[in-house]
């Protein structure tokens, strides 16, 4: 596992951050893959490298796609200080998009 990046805390995203984590991301549907309820990201930040989980509610979606698919933007929380991070919040401030299938009804 690579060390944390301290960097400084930026509301950014990027083509590079999302190949890098849909290869990293480890993802699992709850309480499972065929009527999910939540979809939980973990893994680490493909920016900073600090560890990060995000929780995506599915059900919401699900009347809107019965297809089984949900495109989820990730953002670091990793709990690591981060130069500039505003007050009540977590991480680096970078983001990635991962689309999350799942098998459906």
């Known amino acids: 596992m690579t060390d944390h990046l301290p960097l400084t805390y930026e509301v950014t995203?990027?083509?590079q951050l999302n190949e890098l984590a849909a290869a990293t991301a480890q993802v699992m549907l709850h309480p499972d893959e065929v009527k999910p309820?939540?979809?939980e990201v973990a893994g680490s930040c493909p920016a900073c490298h600090g560890a990060t989980v995000h929780l995506e509610p599915v059900e919401f979606v699900r009347a809107a796609n019965?297809?089984?698919?949900?495109d989820i933007e990730v953002i670091c929380a990793c709990a690591f200080p981060h130069e500039n991070t505003p007050s009540g919040r977590t991480g680096c401030g970078r983001s990635w998009r991962l689309i999350v299938e799942w098998d459906g009804e």
């Open 37 to 39: 309820l939540d979809i």
């Open 66 to 70: 019965p297809g089984g698919e949900l």
């Open 13 to 15: 995203t990027s083509a």
